[in-house]
């Protein structure tokens, strides 16, 4: 009997949600790069390594969950929330000159998600605006979604605007919402949910060192992608096989020379980026620099009790009596 | 804003420096300003920040930086700087902030600034607002002195009226011995009060100093330029309003070592002898000088003292033909005490100190072996009397040479305005004898002479002469100084290493008080507690050159430089005119 216990804190779930890990329903191609399975030690040294990186990431909120009538049928149910997306660019150390992590831009949008397709916006006290965002469905969970998408969207927009400006990106999460051109853009995805791979193949994701990635497999039909895995630390005594990993996706757009390329860099790279058990939850998958643009965003969704109170008078003073209610 | 910018402000000033921070209340007493990227404060900088009050319009609020700050905002270990400025992993913020202390409102509604003000720097009429200078120029009466400079090369000012007397007196120096610049700072504190006549009004007028030079010869050369002196220092000078210069009316006074030649080492020419005569010495009642020791009081010797002080001048003749020497004949005698007598023969001819102490001996300690005269010992047990003589032989050796007959050799303080007496060669005894001395006869002089003209007497080691602890004449004497001083219009310069060691009524009645350089332990302690915590903190770093200021205009202690001085203070520094011999 082995017991392993999961680094990440156990509030963010676990990096492999074994439970979940549902078996892929994707046509997965594992012989785009090399049909002999085996770790992959980067072997790209171009100019990528010493160009600045931008990471991108975003964070949402429930601000307030609201009933919402006409006066004339049932209440819908209506979730308040707050989205924000940033980029962080990283310049490296290059010779006497330091290294600086600067955070680029930074996107706040706050949504009302109301079911049944209803539009109404709140325009609230001191500045706090929810546009209106009309969900079909009515149920919390595709409000919820909603508001997560709309977070998705914004991430996406922004990485596309910085690739389209030459950079390299890395974005959090998958590029599922994304139509990439030929850009470089990078997902990649701390926590594994999915399973993509073969078990001869899957065996490999054990046996990767620290700096290792896997060989390239693809899938994905509308939005084909590359994708592979890379381990962001060494294993220690007690942690399981799957410990410190992520999977990383690349646009199909892009030829596989670039996809290689990219995933080497990326198995470099991340590793730089990685942080540590004592100074993060989800050490190493979380970011350094996300994890200080996180914070940042977070920040700028405001106070959480404040923005509720707001909330509740812009919506009693907006509403016809009893027509709104939180 | 708008009615900055008609006050003829640098353009510096109308950029603000930053907002006052929000993330944590503001008082009454303190706030913070966050920096602006491209700006600064340091400490010691005044800033004023205006605020809209309801029902009362816009209260200006100035204050002086105590404290700055730099941080990485945002980030929690302390690894994370190095993920910030080096490996440039980590975005974060440079967050820079500075706390001021505040010194004013105007007007005086005591409001906490509001959070997100502009901070602006007080240049102009705002920094002299700030200072109080406005509240020390009421009309055509300007009772603002500069007396040194601000780290930013503006002038520093103190409200003459708590110096002369007009509402306070006084000012007492303390710093560490050597690195505090104590004297060098209460001499441009002087060449401050003689070089503006038109601030200090009738307070200037035959304004007399007395100086007293305890350690090496530095004091002795305030009439000599200095070779040293430059054109940085002099920019300073006049950027104070002053023409850089020696003094110009100095007279030294050194102790007799022989007949009417000074001793004094360092300098030869210009320096008079000077000592007392006999008939000074009971005149001027110098014998209780002589028991300045705090334990005297103890064991009863100021007690006998006094009756021989009352007895010698009951007894003291003049002698013809020998000026300045007495013979003690009782009263009783019927010989007319103000005429001059011709000695008996045989009779004891005083001319010195070992003929008076012999004299006295004769009336305390008669050699048939009897008892002493009452009337001389006042009844005190044989010991006392005995202890007494001792004292007097054993202060023979030290204070001797001071007291001789002759012609009147006492220091004449009106013969110029700044009379400076070397005592650095004597004895402690003597040193104690003749500050004593002299300071009893400045303060005799004034007494119910009204306040003008002003008199100032600067003493280091107070602490010798006024300490914490016991009683002597001496100590007596500044006390009342210290506190009936103001209206007598005579002015004390006190210095010393430690306040807590002097006598806390001298130390109270300092109206202007000044710090250098200051150990450690002192600086903790509650004498300063006129300095805010930055100040003492401060304290033991501070520069020779660089004094803290408090004065009771001024609710915040103020830093300030004063410059290098235009008179020579060593031999070597003395320009010498130009050499008569030159060519030859």
Redesign the interface.
């Known amino acids: 009997m082995r017991i392993a216990v999961q680094a990440w804190s156990p509030e963010y779930g676990g990096e492999v949600e074994m439970g979940r890990l549902e078996a892929s329903v994707e046509q997965v191609k594992t012989d785009c790069e090399t049909s002999t399975w085996a770790p992959v030690a980067p072997r790209y040294s171009g100019g990528l390594l010493d160009a600045p990186v931008a990471f991108v990431d975003g964070t949402r909120r429930i601000d307030a969950r609201l009933f919402v009538s006409n006066g004339r049928s049932a209440p819908v149910a209506g979730l308040a929330g707050s989205v924000g997306a940033g980029s ?1 660019v ?4 290059n010779g006497e000159a ?6 680029d831009e930074l996107r706040i949008q706050r949504v009302l998600a109301v079911g049944g397709g209803t539009a109404v916006a709140l325009n609230g006290a001191g500045g706090l605006s929810y546009r209106s965002l009309p969900v079909p469905g009515e149920s919390v969970e595709e409000l919820t979604y909603a508001v997560h998408d709309t977070m998705r969207n914004l991430e996406a927009q922004l990485a596309q605007e910085l690739a389209d400006q030459g950079s390299l990106v890395f974005v959090d999460g998958p590029l599922a919402v994304m139509r990439p051109g030929p850009q470089r853009i990078v997902g990649f995805i701390k926590a594994h949910h999915r399973r993509y791979l073969e078990a001869d193949e899957e065996a490999v994701l054990g046996r990767l060192g620290c700096g290792e990635r896997t060989p390239l497999f693809s899938f994905g039909e509308p939005r084909p992608r590359y994708s592979w895995y890379v381990r962001l630390c060494e294993l220690a005594d007690g942690d399981h096989d799957w410990h410190g990993l992520v999977r990383c996706e690349a646009p199909a757009a892009l030829e596989l020379d670039d996809v290689v390329s990219l995933a080497d860099v990326s198995a470099i790279l991340l590793v ?2 990685a942080s540590l058990p ?2 993060d939850k989800r050490a190493p998958q979380n ?3 996300v ?3 996180e ?2 965003l977070r920040h700028l969704l405001g106070d959480r009790d404040l923005v509720f109170r707001m909330i509740r008078d812009s919506a009693a003073r907006t509403s016809e009596p009893s027509a709104v209610g939180t | 804003m708008t009615d900055m910018a008609d006050q003829q402000h640098d353009p510096a000033s109308l950029e603000p420096v930053g907002l006052v921070l929000g993330s944590e209340p503001t008082t009454t007493q303190e706030f913070r300003v966050v920096l602006g990227e491209d700006q600064y404060l340091q400490l010691d900088d005044l800033v004023v920040v205006k605020t809209p009050v309801p029902k009362v319009g816009e209260v200006t609020t100035y204050g002086i930086v105590t404290e700055t700050f730099a941080r990485y905002e945002g980030t929690a270990f302390e690894s994370d700087t190095r993920r910030v400025a080096i490996e440039g992993t980590l975005p974060a913020e440079k967050s820079r902030t500075a706390t001021i202390q505040i010194v004013r409102v105007m007007p005086e509604i005591w409001i906490a600034p509001d959070s997100g003000g502009d901070v602006y720097r007080a240049a102009g009429i705002e920094r002299e607002r700030a200072m109080y200078v406005d509240e020390m120029r009421t009309g055509a009466r300007d009772r603002a002195l500069p007396v040194g400079l601000t780290r930013d090369g503006e002038p520093v000012w103190v409200d003459v009226d708590f110096f002369d007397g007009t509402k306070g007196a006084h000012m007492s120096i303390s710093g560490v011995s050597g690195v505090a610049t104590k004297t060098s700072y209460a001499l441009f504190f002087l060449r401050c009060l003689t070089s503006h006549p038109e601030i200090l009004g009738p307070s200037a007028r035959n304004l007399r100093v007395l100086i007293f030079n305890v350690k090496g010869e530095d004091l002795l050369f305030l009439d000599k330029p200095n070779n040293q002196f430059n054109d940085e220092a002099a920019e300073m000078w006049s950027k104070l309003g002053m023409e850089p210069g020696p003094f110009p009316s100095v007279s030294f006074w050194a102790p007799t070592q022989e007949e009417g030649i000074p001793k004094s080492s360092a300098r030869v020419e210009g320096v008079s002898a000077f000592r007392w005569t006999p008939r000074e010495f009971v005149d001027d009642r110098l014998l209780s000088f002589l028991f300045t020791d705090t334990q005297d009081t103890r064991q009863q010797l100021t007690f006998v003292a006094e009756r021989v002080i009352r007895q010698l001048e009951r007894f003291a003749h003049d002698v013809d033909g020998v000026p300045g020497a007495i013979v003690l004949r009782p009263p009783q005698d019927g010989t007319d005490p103000s005429r001059p007598v011709v000695a008996y023969g045989g009779e004891r001819v005083i001319k010195n100190l070992y003929d008076l102490v012999e004299g006295i001996g004769e009336f305390l300690e008669p050699e048939d072996g009897d008892e002493g005269d009452f009337a001389w010992t006042g009844r005190v047990a044989g010991g006392t009397v005995a202890a007494f003589m001792r004292r007097l032989r054993g202060s023979l050796g030290r204070v001797g040479r001071l007291v001789a007959a002759g012609p009147s050799r006492r220091i004449d303080r009106a013969r110029e305005a700044v009379t400076v007496v070397d005592i650095h060669d004597l004895h402690e005894a003597a040193q104690r004898f003749a500050v004593g001395a002299l300071i009893s006869e400045v303060h005799r002089e004034k007494e119910g002479k009204g306040r003008f003209p002003l008199s100032v007497i600067v003493l280091d080691e107070l602490n010798k002469y006024a300490p914490r602890e016991g009683w002597s004449p001496i100590k007596d004497t500044l006390v009342d100084m210290a506190q009936r001083g103001r209206s007598l219009g005579v002015i004390l310069i006190g210095a010393q290493q430690s306040a807590s060691r002097i006598e806390p009524d001298v130390l109270a009645n300092a109206a202007l008080r000044v710090s250098g350089r200051l150990d450690a332990a002192e600086a903790e302690r509650a004498e300063y507690g006129w300095m805010l915590p930055s100040t003492r903190a401060r304290a033991r770093l501070l520069k020779p050159g660089t004094m803290v200021l408090s004065q009771p205009s001024i609710p915040a202690p103020t830093m300030l430089t004063f410059p290098y001085p235009p008179w020579a203070t060593r031999p070597e520094e003395v320009a010498e005119d130009s050499d008569p011999f030159e060519g030859i």
Do not use: D, S
């Open positions: 962080v990283c310049t490296p150390p330091h290294g600086r992590a600067e955070i730089r980026f004592y100074w970011l350094v620099p994890a200080g643009l914070r940042r």
